[in-house]
């Protein structure tokens, strides 16, 4: 079965268009791995077949090979795409040499795109065309100076764009850290960044980092290579969703990473699975299995085809798996509520909705029904030259970047001031005295205003939609309290209204709820958080519980949690809060339960346990799963907190099943026995201690029973 030639057209007028105007074909074709003898005619059947992008590299050793194959093609040089990719000897001054090198090996005059394979630069002090200079030990030795300050190769790739070598340049296996810093120092900016995206790394931080700031995302080993590409295929998930779309494994792989806006570069030998990779352009799969795909891909443990941080002992941990996943959330505070985007058509809903958006595309409510093209619209300027190094970031940015972190779409804020702006105030009480900003929504005409909040803050309670706005109309829906005194240290301190008006409200969950769980939210988005808020509230009430009292997950203001809850907890347990201080900071989600009953418990942290998952210590090139929730502390019946030990040390801490089956199996004892027990247990053997707990209350039950 040969591809039809409609089918080829169709394939080769698929493209994406990258920020400098320029249009790559969506699929390409990889020579990695393909020896001088095979990637002749690899290259040739990938052409035959309707390939018109073909991605080399110098370090693979077959680019003569390749270009001998596309000159016999006899297709125009004007009707491909031809990328190759700097090796790691010829970062700094060796550039131009490393170009030449492509340049002379592929017989063209010019390249489409050049990428900057790695962001690690080996030594090469003849410089000479060399793979790397070894040690003793036969790795490379890497050139540090050049591998920090990777801006110096940078500028001598933008040189190589002057001179009309490459028309376009990029980058390749570069993190969220690294390319944030790079797009810092260019002038030119990158146009892609190559990276591993497979069923194992879905990398979905990245994207949208990358979607936010223009940088479009190609996919290597987008099958899984030939590690992991039998495994992926027979996956019960993508096999599904195959069988559904009528489409095969492979097929719905592909499909699933151009939905995503994400350009595959597959590889094969053979022409049934060439035509079957061009077929799957023109396979537009259900966005709703897009998502599904996603979500399950960000629930297993990272799995690399490829990672040389240790082969090649280089200083810094090249991808720093378990950072990038959490690294929005170093952002504890001193951020705002920021408007929706006026050209999103459900701005006018979003802004009485009562949830938050901030400035990162991931956490737009409305992304679960838009393509990532729109999203990555919402939060870039318009126009391929927005990201200049003349262009300063607004004064909500540079606030942020001052401490070494950053928000994903940070280009869709306003210039900032010539002068230092009083906005943002260093201080609490400073921050506390300054007003937000005011403006006029663009859909609605509505006045509306900022609010300083923290980072990660979500509200979609009722009680949120009558603060969403500051304006008279919708602050007399709910009178706002009377400023309160927490009983603490600070017995002369008095809330502004907002302050004060949420402190009622944590009261008022604390005191009316039966049993009380804190979470640590990691990288929690506000449609994940819907999600979970709907599935909560789906939970059966048990008899008797009035229907107007549901579980609840509320992300909260733990500055003004703290003395909430010390206006609540029973006296014995104050001296527990006190040791609690340190972890019961930043953003804390609290689930409040209305009853104690077993069952309904039970399956409230069922639904938790969903959105749970283990993570790695930072740089730790280990498996781990993105985390969503993390246990912290409970307040139980009798208004007695108790502390869940170890559970900072997520890597110790089994899975919340088996938490739940220990703890549900207990809550029919008094509180003050639940107590004891957790505060007996630490890190891994906290099963352990409560299965060991439970069964003595058994034995000792009937005993009690006997002697009355």
Excluded at 12 to 38: D, I, M, N, R
Excluded at 384 to 406: D, E, H, I, P
């Amino acid at each position: 079965m040969h591809t039809s030639a409609a089918l080829r057209r169709a394939a080769a007028s698929s493209s994406f268009t990258l920020a400098s105007g320029a249009k790559v074909p969506k699929l390409g074709f990889g020579t990695w791995k393909l020896k001088p003898e095979e990637a002749g005619p690899a290259v040739s059947q990938a052409l035959k077949a309707g390939f018109r992008h073909i991605d080399s590299a110098w370090t693979y050793k077959n680019e003569q090979a390749t270009g001998e194959a596309i000159r016999k093609s006899g297709i125009d040089r004007k009707d491909l795409w031809i990328t190759s990719k700097l090796w790691n000897s010829f970062h700094g001054d060796n550039v131009e040499m490393g170009v030449d090198a492509s340049l002379r090996d592929l017989g063209v005059d010019y390249l489409d795109l050049y990428l900057m394979h790695w962001p690690v630069a080996f030594r090469n002090p003849k410089n000479s065309e060399l793979s790397a200079l070894k040690s003793q030990d036969g790795r490379p030795i890497e050139n540090h100076i050049l591998s920090e300050d990777l801006a110096v190769t940078w500028r001598n790739l933008e040189a190589m764009v002057k001179k009309g070598k490459i028309r376009n340049i990029g980058i390749s296996n570069f993190n969220i850290r690294r390319t944030d810093y790079l797009l810092e120092q260019a002038e030119i900016q990158p146009q892609v960044n190559q990276v591993e995206v497979n069923w194992g790394v879905p990398n979905d931080e990245l994207l949208h980092y990358c979607q936010a700031h223009q940088v479009q995302v190609q996919a290597y080993s987008p099958l899984g290579s030939s590690d992991y590409a039998e495994e992926y295929a027979q996956n019960p998930i993508i096999a599904d969703v195959a069988k559904r779309n009528n489409i095969t494994p492979a097929q719905a792989q592909l499909a699933w990473h151009m939905a995503r806006g994400i350009q595959p570069i597959t590889r094969s030998v053979r022409m049934e699975r060439l035509q079957e990779a061009i077929a799957a352009t023109q396979i537009d799969l259900p966005w709703s299995d897009v998502q599904h795909l996603t979500r399950e891909a960000e629930n297993k443990p990272i799995q690399r085809v490829v990672d040389p941080t240790e082969a090649w002992n280089v200083k810094e941990d090249i991808f720093e798996d378990g950072v990038d996943q959490t690294r929005l959330m170093n952002l504890k505070g001193g951020s705002i509520e920021v408007p929706f985007p006026h050209d999103s058509q459900d701005a006018p809903q979003a802004a009485h909705s009562g949830s938050s958006h901030y400035l990162e595309p991931r956490n737009d409510p409305f992304t679960e029904n838009k393509p990532t093209e729109a999203v990555a619209r919402f939060h870039t300027i318009a126009g391929a030259g927005a990201r200049k190094n003349a262009t300063r970031g607004s004064t909500v940015v540079q606030q942020l970047m001052s401490r070494r972190a950053f928000s994903s779409s940070r280009r869709s804020a306003a210039p900032a001031p010539s002068t230092p702006s009083t906005f943002l105030a260093t201080t609490s009480k400073q921050a506390l005295a300054t007003p937000g900003l005011v403006w006029t929504d663009g859909q609605t005409n509505a006045p509306r205003e900022t609010r300083k909040m923290n980072m990660c803050t979500v509200r979609g309670h009722r009680f949120a939609s009558s603060i969403a706005s500051s304006s008279p109309n919708h602050m007399s829906t709910v009178p706002p309290p009377t400023p309160s005194t927490p009983s603490s240290s600070r017995s002369n301190r008095k809330y502004p209204a907002r302050k004060a008006f949420l402190h009622a409200q944590y009261l008022r969950l604390l005191q009316k709820s039966q049993f009380v769980l804190f979470l640590q939210p990691n990288n929690l988005s506000v449609a994940e958080a819907t999600k979970l808020r709907a599935d909560l509230a789906a939970v059966p009430l048990p008899e008797g519980v009035d229907a107007s009292e549901q579980a609840r997950l509320t992300v909260t203001r733990t500055g003004v949690l703290r003395p909430a809850l010390r206006d609540v907890v029973r006296a014995d347990s104050k001296a527990s809060l006190a040791t609690l201080e340190s972890i019961l900071s930043g953003p804390l989600a609290m689930l409040t339960s209305p009853s104690l009953s077993p069952d309904y418990v039970s399956k409230l942290l069922g639904v938790i346990d969903r959105a749970m998952g283990n993570v790695v210590k930072r740089g730790a090139a280990t498996p781990a799963v993105n985390p969503r929730l993390v246990p912290l502390a409970a307040i139980v019946e009798g208004h007695r907190l108790v502390d869940i030990p170890g559970l900072r040390e997520v890597g110790k801490l089994p899975d919340l099943q088996t938490l739940r089956a220990q703890i549900v199996g207990l809550l029919s004892q008094p509180a003050g026995q639940i107590a004891s027990i957790l505060s007996m247990a630490s890190g891994a053997q906290l099963a352990l201690t409560l299965e060991g707990r439970k069964r003595q209350l058994e034995e000792k039950e009937p005993k009690e029973q006997q002697q009355q």
